[in-house]
């Protein structure tokens, strides 16, 4: 069973300073995606990574996907009350499904 | 931007009864799925289905649900006789091809 661990689950910190989550997996995935969850809402995409070593960039955000494909890590530098929100990672596997972590939820307090 | 349209966005019901959830994938995309969230927990892969068959289903995916494309718009999840612990919310997604996979809203069902 492949399973995607992503840390940490809740992370509370103060307008501009940066941030890290981790996503780790001992399995290989096709590709890595990243979703923000509003309350109420479905995850929205953020971005795919698929080449191991990939690195994209989305305005202050950064995702990285390792080298073997198993894990990734998004970056987000000097934090807004605007990013406040449950940010999800999804792995996903041939045959196309996505294995979903527990997903971070991120406080930004101004 | 096109969206995936789910009803109801709440269903209230009583165990052991039927309860069908309904999904409008984005008109082009070929693959469709329905995903699941119980409250404080992982988002759960259901089933996928494509070509108008079921392609992968997980182990929650039991006897008790089937998936169904009536009509060539509409996608649905039946839930034969629920349970407690069916209470969830349940997200159906779309997508073209290997491209972006839309999510709708979702439902919120509680089952009673």
């Known amino acids: 069973t492949q399973l995607l661990e992503q840390s940490p689950q809740f992370l509370s910190i103060q307008e501009g300073e940066n941030l890290t989550v981790y996503c780790n997996s001992s399995?290989?995935?096709?590709?890595l995606q990243w979703y923000r969850q509003e309350p109420g809402e479905g995850p929205v995409l953020l971005v795919t990574?698929?080449?191991?070593?990939e690195v994209k960039k989305l305005k202050r955000l950064t995702f990285q996907f390792g080298d073997a494909r198993k894990d990734s890590s998004l970056h987000i530098t000097a934090a807004q009350p605007g990013d406040t929100g449950l940010y999800l990672c999804a792995g996903e596997d041939q045959g196309g499904k996505l294995i979903f972590g527990q997903g971070t939820e991120l406080s930004v307090k101004p | 931007e096109p969206e995936v349209t789910q009803t109801p966005s709440h269903q209230v019901t009583q165990m052991g009864q039927e309860v069908i959830l309904r999904c409008v994938p984005i008109s082009n995309h070929l693959y469709f799925y329905w995903y699941r969230q119980i409250l404080g927990q992982k988002v759960e892969f259901l089933v996928s289905?494509?070509?108008?068959?079921?392609?992968?289903k997980s182990e929650i995916f039991d006897d008790q649900f089937s998936v169904e494309r009536p009509d060539g718009s509409n996608f649905t999840l039946k839930i034969r006789s629920t349970k407690l612990e069916d209470s969830a919310m349940y997200f159906c997604?779309?997508?073209?091809?290997?491209?972006?996979?839309?999510f709708g809203s979702g439902t919120q069902l509680s089952v009673l």
């Open positions: 997604a779309s997508r073209f091809g290997n491209e972006k996979l839309f």
């Open positions: 990574v698929v080449t191991g070593g």
């Open positions: 399995s290989v995935f096709s590709s």
């Open positions: 289905f494509y070509n108008n068959e079921i392609s992968e």
